[in-house]
T-cell receptor, first 112, second 111 residues
Framework: NAGVTQTPKFQVLKTGQSMTLQCAQD?????MSWYRQDPGMGLRLIHY???????DQGEVPNGYNVSRSTTEDFPLRLLSAAPSQTSVYFC???????????FGQGTRLTVV | AQSVTQLDSHVSVSEGTPVLLRCNYS??????LFWYVQHPNKGLQLLLK??????LVKGINGFEAEFKKSETSFHLTKPSAHMSDAAEYFC?????????FGKGTRLSVIA
């Protein structure tokens, strides 16, 4: 039982490049979310999903795109990377009962 | 709308003294509340959770928190700090689907 798996762990991008951060969970959780963590800002919600085919924007969605074609996967796409997107990204999943969320180990992204 | 305010961005205590990390929340419904801990360059670990059962919640590593609805607070305490408690602590609220995080409190423990 792997829990929540994020890839890659580290990534360096040039301004304007695009990439996809992968997130997969094997717990059959309906709810999945993407957060970014910046010093002094806590974790801010980018996008979330309540089930396959359903996504919604969070607090800081600009510059990011998501889709949820399966229960297991919730990729985050950076359309045209900017230095302001330098951050640590966390994916989380939780079940419908709404108790504990499980987090991936994070992706440290640097945009130069 | 739900929100969380962590009242201190940084708390410094001496080893062996009590720890108090303060958290106030705002929620339209009966919320679930959590404390997560993040050690340097590590992921997030659940310390404890409140989900409308007992108002005093015990967590891992000797931490506990008390849900006070009248004060809309969920403060985290520990009787005696250990060097290994030095980390970032996040208070989290959820009355609907996504979790909402506070900005975090950095706990320093001085030998």
């Amino acid at each position: 039982n792997a829990g929540v798996t994020q890839t890659p762990k580290f990534q360096v991008l040039k301004t304007g490049q695009s990439m996809t951060l992968q997130c997969a969970q094997d717990m059959n959780h309906e709810y999945m979310s993407w957060y970014r963590q910046d010093p002094g800002m806590g974790l801010r919600l980018i996008h979330y999903s309540v089930g396959a085919g359903i996504t919604d924007q969070g607090e800081v969605p600009n510059g990011y795109n998501v889709s949820r074609s399966t229960t297991e996967d919730f990729p985050l796409r950076l359309l045209s990377a900017a230095p302001s997107q330098t951050s640590v990204y966390f994916c989380a999943s939780r079940d419908r009962s709404g108790t504990e969320a499980f987090f991936g180990q994070g992706t440290r992204l640097t945009v130069v | 709308a739900q929100s969380v305010t962590q009242l201190d961005s940084h708390v410094s205590v001496s080893e062996g003294t009590p720890v108090l990390l303060r958290c106030n929340y705002s929620s339209s419904y009966s919320p679930s509340l959590f404390w997560y801990v993040q050690h340097p360059n590590k992921g997030l670990q659940l310390l404890l959770k409140y989900t409308s059962a007992a108002t005093l919640v015990k967590g891992i590593n000797g931490f506990e928190a008390e849900f006070k609805k009248s004060e809309t607070s969920f403060h985290l305490t520990k009787p005696s700090a250990h060097m290994s408690d030095a980390a970032e602590y996040f208070c989290v609220v959820s009355d609907s689907t996504p979790l909402v995080f506070g900005k975090g409190t950095r706990l320093s423990v001085i030998a």
